[in-house]
């Protein structure tokens, strides 16, 4: 059984930075594409960032581009996101999940992860 534990979010002023965590257990990290999700109030699911299995393939949503960052320790079963110049609207609640596959196809798509872990909030305040 795959665990994924983020940590790293909290509180900060707009304009600053944060880094998180997503350690996994239960199965062979090098084998899986990592994504990042994020969730605000009332509001929709949405893909933040992936990396495919040797982390030799990154990709962004849109706005995400420029400011944040998807990583991984392979060593260390540990996908991180640091996150730049955040903003008020970056607050949410942010997801790490394990991808089916070990490539990027589709991973805007939320249906290709089947593990999740339980979030962490980011607060960005103006």
């Known amino acids: 059984q795959v665990q994924l534990v983020e940590s790293g979010g909290g509180l900060v002023q707009a304009g600053g930075s944060l880094r998180l965590s997503c350690a996994a257990s239960?199965?062979?990290?090098?084998?899986?594409?990592m994504g990042w999700f994020r969730q605000a109030p009332g509001k929709e699911r949405e893909f933040v960032a992936a990396i495919s299995n040797f982390g030799s393939n990154k990709d962004y949503a849109d706005s995400m581009k420029g400011r944040f960052t998807i990583a991984r320790d392979n060593a260390k079963n540990t996908v991180y996101l640091q996150m730049n110049s955040l903003k008020p609207e970056d607050t949410a609640v942010y997801y790490c999940a394990k991808s089916i596959y070990r490539t990027l196809i589709n991973s805007k798509s939320a249906d290709r992860y089947d593990y999740w872990g339980q979030g962490t909030q980011v607060t960005v305040s103006s």
């Open positions: 239960g199965g062979t990290f090098s084998n899986w594409a």
